[in-house]
């Protein structure tokens, strides 16, 4: 089994998401994003997209962006070697708890024949909103799904199971101490009340 790594893009970082695109889109024709796109997120928004490394080879990345309150998950992407294995449920954990305490929504989109991305989304409480014609060009259409932060909550306990979350610590029990029992200030008389 590989031993996995995964961390924030950073500027160093150009390279391997540019060979991640061609390996993984290229190949089977599709378009692979703009350098100048790539040159962004690694120089300026590394706090919220990853780079998935097995025994230190580029395998995947996810690719998001924050917005005030809303995350958008523009990009989740594995090479097929790696396609099915614990890459991707890493990306994942990473990615969820940098927005978790951040946001209220998150969007993904995603091609209609993408089935496993779709139900991907769907597993993590994200609803099919609509489709988006001409998102990347005038032919390219895209399902919009979204988790808002009620999805979030009933998914939490879930979330955590699976590791993508740490478990929010749980509330100290708090000691009640009954008045009967506490002394009396000192210099003052105890009254007691008659019925």
């Known amino acids: 089994m590989p031993d996995y790594t995964v961390k924030n893009l950073e500027p160093a970082d150009f390279d391997d998401l540019m060979y991640l695109e061609e390996e993984v889109f290229g190949a ?13 997120c690694c120089d300026f928004f590394g706090r919220h997209c990853f780079l998935a490394l097995a025994d230190g080879r580029p395998v995947g990345y996810l ?3 924050v917005r005030e309150r809303e995350a958008y998950c523009t990009t989740l992407a594995v090479v097929p070697e790696f396609q099915g294995t614990r890459c991707v449920h890493l990306l994942l954990r990473a990615f969820v708890s940098a927005i978790a305490d951040e946001v209220d929504s998150c969007w993904f989109t995603v091609k ?3 089935k496993a991305a779709r139900a991907l989304h769907a597993s993590l409480g994200a609803t099919e909103m609509g489709v988006r014609r001409g998102f990347y060009g005038p032919e390219d259409e895209r399902i919009v799904s979204k988790i808002d932060a009620a999805a979030f909550d009933k998914l939490r306990a879930r979330y955590e199971r699976l590791g993508l979350i740490k ?3 749980k509330a100290k029990p708090v ?3 009954s008045p ?3 002394p009396a200030p000192s210099g003052l008389g105890v009254v007691e009340a008659s019925a």
């Open 28 to 40: 089977e024709g599709e378009t692979t994003l703009g350098p100048y796109y790539v040159r962004l």
């Open 167 to 169: 478990p929010k610590p």
């Open 180 to 182: 009967a029992i506490l």
């Open 175 to 177: 000691s009640v101490i």
């Open 63 to 65: 690719l998001s962006f």
């Open 112 to 114: 209609e024949d993408n």
